[in-house]
């Protein structure tokens, strides 16, 4: 398995501000995913992380709404920018392990 | 993304019944389809998987039944417990740990 932690575990947040979310992985992945949750719906991909290359984004998620960093095998970041109500999910990343994916705790994100 | 549907949306059963829980994709060239288990303020957590080799996988009391001819596959709960009482989604990808796509959830509630 993977132990998978992620910062902050909630938050409460003003519209037009941005918050980055924080995940840390106990060992070396090479690829590590973000999904946005939405209340009461099922998790859809935000964009797929490699370490030394730019995150590749689904249909629908830009860059400049989620930018994404991926400084070592272990971490990631994910931002949610200039922040709308819509924006309130929670937000989980997850890490693949030969024959399985794993996920984080989520970060519950309120946005006012 | 390619879609996977999920039935039913919600599912009520008593202590010691059988759940059974469906799904049906459209992408052959899936290869993954794993079950996670959801509880209120988590992280979905891996239940168990299957590849497209075997028609069934069992695991305790859950067990996965796969048609690779319908496109379908479906979780079993036997001896049905309360602390069941989560929600169920199913996914399937090209790859195990690869990108997944997830079916809308189920939610289910054991009842003492």
């Known amino acids: 398995s993977a132990v998978i932690s992620q910062k902050p575990s909630r938050d409460i947040c003003q519209r037009g501000t941005s918050l980055t979310i924080q995940c840390q992985v106990d060992?070396?992945?090479?690829?590590m995913f973000w999904y946005r949750q939405q209340p009461g719906q099922s998790l859809t991909l935000i964009a797929t992380a490699n370490q030394g290359s730019e995150a590749t984004y689904e249909s629908g998620f830009v860059i400049d709404k989620f930018p994404i960093s991926r400084p070592n095998l272990t971490f990631s970041t994910l931002t949610v920018s200039n922040m709308s109500p819509e924006d309130s999910s929670i937000y989980l990343c997850?890490?693949?392990?030969?024959?399985?994916?794993?996920f984080g705790p989520g970060t519950r994100l309120t946005v006012l | 993304q390619q879609q996977v549907k999920q039935s039913p949306q919600s599912l009520i059963v008593q202590k010691g019944g059988i759940s059974i829980i469906n799904c049906a994709y459209e992408n052959t060239a899936f290869d993954y389809f794993p079950w996670y288990q959801q509880f209120p303020g988590k992280g979905p957590a891996l239940l168990i998987a299957i590849r497209p080799d075997v028609s069934e996988k069992k695991e305790g009391r859950f067990t996965i039944s796969f048609n690779k001819s319908a496109k379908q596959f479906s979780l079993h709960i036997m001896d049905s417990q309360p602390g069941d009482s989560a929600t169920y989604f199913c996914a399937a990808s090209k790859l195990s740990g690869s990108r997944l796509t997830f079916g809308e959830g189920t939610q289910l509630t054991v009842n003492p």
């Open positions: 060992s070396q992945v090479t690829m």
């Open positions: 997850s890490v693949e392990r030969p024959n399985e994916q794993f």
